[in-house]
């Protein structure tokens, strides 16, 4: 067993302590995180190669707003809001499909190209005065990084990349835009969404919910090493006779290729704010993106990304690793359950943190600060 | 084809748009037009031949109030509210049913005669100064136009023929009271009441949401000939080829008897307010009553009706009728719902109206007169 | 048929009447009710026996607040609130069930001692001025009354004794606490929880609802013979020809050791506030325990206990006591869901009461006291 490097953090003001309970579920809170957080943010929809070719679209729901995200003839991608702009009828109701060249509105046909126009609406020219270039699907922020889509619906929203920070620096050498899906899970949890990065964010609850993560990486060898006013996190240390994070902790793929020799034994741990959770493994990427749908549910969608050479073997099988993570997952969802039903009650006191619980402490100022409008925020706990 | 009348439509102010997205899914707005409108108007409980013999009822609830309404001992239609004056039970738990001369409360015996006067109170006598006369069920209006109930809640209520104006003269020729019940479909559908109120005033949508029925009464082909400060609606013609609406568009029954020959190629909606659609057919009628839930969730009753000499016959089968328009309702509600979807989200910015859509704009400005307390509207558009 | 006691009773004032609808429908009103009456109060939670040795718990859910209920080692009951110090979780996620010495909560490990001592929390020792024994599981009142367990949530309570006034005393003879459970059903009653309390508090609804009962004990044959702050009850008159409540109205099992002539022919009924119902028969005992859930949703717990010697017999049954009483409490809940339909309704007008309904009204003062702070009240009605 290496080094214990969660007992040398030290940053922790004295008084720290979790968020009250009616942060996790007043239904006013999370419709203020919504508006300040989920609707003023990037926010990830989750990765480009789920849409390939122009016409190819998902649809994201984010608090009361719906959302297309289509690849444009131009092969760029963009975001609209997914209402008619006649009597607002939404567009697609599927979570994604393919079009040909262009959306139609089911209920009148007025019809939009990929790029968002206007392009037929019928008997409108009999309307005086009616300008089609007037009326295109309203348009919201789109940006990718790293394959990772994110949206935005700020009117008055900066660039993604001053969102993101150092953060595309500190991913450069694994190359996560190149990678491609192999697998995808989605949950819906009876939790509040902070609770679920929290959860995420120690592995304090390691020995006791995830004997089998616990076995390939010990719970107290590593460290925090990244924290941003919009995101945070660490990495942990894979134990000697163990290679990743699967069923056996052997890993039956070659390392992404770039990484270091320390790459090799870590995996990484990253919350992006508000949505995105990045767990970047010797061989493969998971992400997790989170979506709440009332203050006591989200719903969690997990997906598995690999290097598209090493997919094309023919003995590739990701289910060693999305089988591994399904069940840590559940097992995860099942405490972030009966946390809500806890701080849901009369009875939760909230209590002192242990030092490997400091990444709680800083994601908490991240939300009390966007919901006080504080959106040029400075990470709490020095780097 | 015959000639457009709808283009020849010029009445709708330049700024004409539909009600914003809070109209359709603001709890506190339903409330409000359930007191001002629904609780304060003459609403449609359904047919008259639906309770043929004394003892006959049926109930409907709007908003938080539960109706009885019975034919009478001397034939007449009464209605009360579905309380018992001891401690405010529900007496009738059923939809509809039959009683013997009286209703007993199911809780303590508490019995009133079809009349609503209190006739048995077990151990009432017991108690000082107990006047029975003065515990009748709460009696609310009650009228019949036309083989129509309508019940009104309001205790300052003016008559019903005051609220229908020129409805009962335009439709006095096709004898509607005489008519009897054939089909019956209930739906409950996930959209606002004005929702399907809306789509069912324009036939814009016709071409791409009713092939069926396009074919036999093109959309283009009709006009807009009722305007009152309580009503609205149209016709459209019947393609050369066809008679009726029915898959086939042939009918297999005679014409109404009395009916005009522009009446036997034409198909009459009218949206009597609040509630009731009426679609007049060139051999049958039929109905719809609307009744709101939930800001998003309406329950509609479908009825088919037609002439009882024509239902003797020993080859009447109404299955024509109601299997096209129950197909037809289906592709409606389909429609209403993703409409739903769509005005309840941030994207929704209400947009221009074609000519065709008039009729929405007029509804619109009778649901914003009463919810601004002017009951004594006029129409907005000229007649 | 015996002497009308009902009748006698002549205390009620001249306007007394139920109470109006939205105390019965409203969430506020509710919420007051927990606050100042479930929460505020001592609270039934069921019967010792059902946690017989040490580490035997259960779990209670009132308002928002869980509790765990626990035999010490030293056999005391104990009450604690269900969650972790750390960070609030739920300890214990079942009704009931049994540890071995300690609690652990299924988190982070943090473990305490059936008294609620913190006795472990891993890594705490790490983080500066971490003092273990400030970090309990927070308590509240527990005691016990003849085999009842009550809890407190009140850090201003008196004692149990206090809120029981003469109860105690009226009970004594019958040796309560020494009776063992032989029957358990639970419902989820679609009622607002005082119209079950009401409902239980008078036999003027017996003729029409519950005819099986009212075959051997007369409604008309019985009295109020108790009233108290905290409490209020009668009895009814066993029929010549009957020995106890059950299906067939015959005893199989001996009458209560030390009870007196007069109780072998009578079914005492006392509501002991706020949630125990108290049914104590000749030979048996019923309790049922009211959890509001929501205005309109109460959940029941039914259970029947008896003499531990006679349950040792060979030929001991309890079923004609039980089936007996499940199918009277299905007619009961089944107008209770109906008159919550009815004082739901716009057309509850609250009515008069018969002299047989006087308990109702005393119950109605209580919750209106407890509802305006006045919880040193007195009964209203003389005893």
Known sequence: MTKYNYADSRRLPADASPLAGHYYTDPAILQEEVEKIFQSMW???????EIPEPGDYITRQIGNANVIIVRGEDRKVRAFYNNCRHRGTRICSEPSGRVKGSFQC??????????????????????????????????VGCDVWAGHIFFNLDPNRKPLWEQLEKMPKIMERFN?????????????????????????????????????LNRV????????????????????????????????????RPYFKGITKDDQKRVYYYVIYPNLLLSVHPDYLMTHTLWPKEPGVTYVVCEWHFDPEVMKRSDFDPSDAVGFWDMTNKQDWHVCEISQL????????PGPFTHQEELLYEFDRFVLDRLAGRTNRKPALAS
């Not at 996190?233 to 994070?245: P, R, Y």
């Not at 806890?342 to 006191?349: L, M, T």
Request: proline share 4%.
């Open 217 to 252: 990486t010990n719970y107290l060898n590593g460290g925090n090493d990244a924290m941003g006013a919009n995101f945070n996190g660490g990495f942990q240390i894979i134990g000697d006779q163990f290679s990743t994070l699967t069923v056996k902790g052997k890993k039956t």
């Open 342 to 349: 806890g701080v849901a009650s009369k009875g939760y006191i």
């Open 43 to 49: 926010t990830c929809a989750g990765r480009e190669d």
């Open 176 to 212: 996560l835009g190149d990678l491609r899906r192999a697998g995808r899970h989605a949950y819906d949890i009876k939790a509040n969404w902070k609770l679920i990065v929290e959860n995420y964010s120690e592995c304090y609850h390691c020995p006791l919910i995830h004997p089998q």
């Open 106 to 139: 089911p209920y009148h046909a007025w019809t939009y190209g990929l790029d968002g126009q206007l392009i037929g609406a019928p008997h409108m020219a009999e309307v005086e005065n009616f300008d089609k270039s007037k009326f295109p699907l309203a348009g």
